[in-house]
């Protein structure tokens, strides 16, 4: 590589020009930290258990919050601002919108589909309780939401991934590793660039075997 620029330079020199600027394709490497299956379920599990034992009201907010990050992907301050009338059971359909309460980084206008696991658990919650704010406004911003939760992954022994975007890492591995192709996970994940989407996928050496083979 030094030799190639050295000689981008040299015949820069020579013509009286500015210098080629050479770039090379670099190999995606997975960057983003997410959470295993296994913890994401230990979490909702141990969330539930607290709540039902204790009555705790931050538990039930924290338990409510998990599905949202987990199966649609949500970013904390998505999750943070989300509210009930956003969540259409009819269409199956979550909206996620800009609004006054939080603004959100690379938040788009978008109706998300929702998965079933996701309806499932809003179907366990008294429709009379599916009012206003899906979190009911417990934490007031984003930052004491990521807190939160860091505490919790500290008790739980959990280290690695992001308080809240290791979920939203979790839902885009799973669509990768469920065989879905990279523009349908950057649609998913309303990144604005393939190349952001691609840090997500860790591709294993024997899953590159197995994808030459169509040769």
Known sequence: LRCVKRFARCVAERDNTRPVKITFLREFKKTITDYLPEQVEYVQNYLLSQWKNTGEKRF??????????????????????LQWDDVDLLRNTVHIHDNDYNRVKGRKDVYLPMPNKLREFIQTIPEENRVGYVLERYY???????????????????????????????????????????????????????????LYLDEEQDQLADAINVF
């Open 60 to 81: 039930w907010i924290q338990l409510k919050a998990v599905p949202f990050m987990s199966c649609l992907g949500l970013r904390g301050g998505e999750i943070n601002s």
């Open 140 to 198: 007031k911003d984003v930052q004491i939401l990521s807190r939160a939760f860091a505490r919790l992954h500290d008790h739980m022994g959990f280290s690695g991934a992001k308080a809240l975007h290791g979920y939203r890492a979790y839902f885009c591995t799973q669509l990768f590793n469920s065989g879905r192709q990279a523009p349908k996970v950057q649609r998913l994940m309303r990144h604005s660039s393939l190349v952001t989407t691609n």
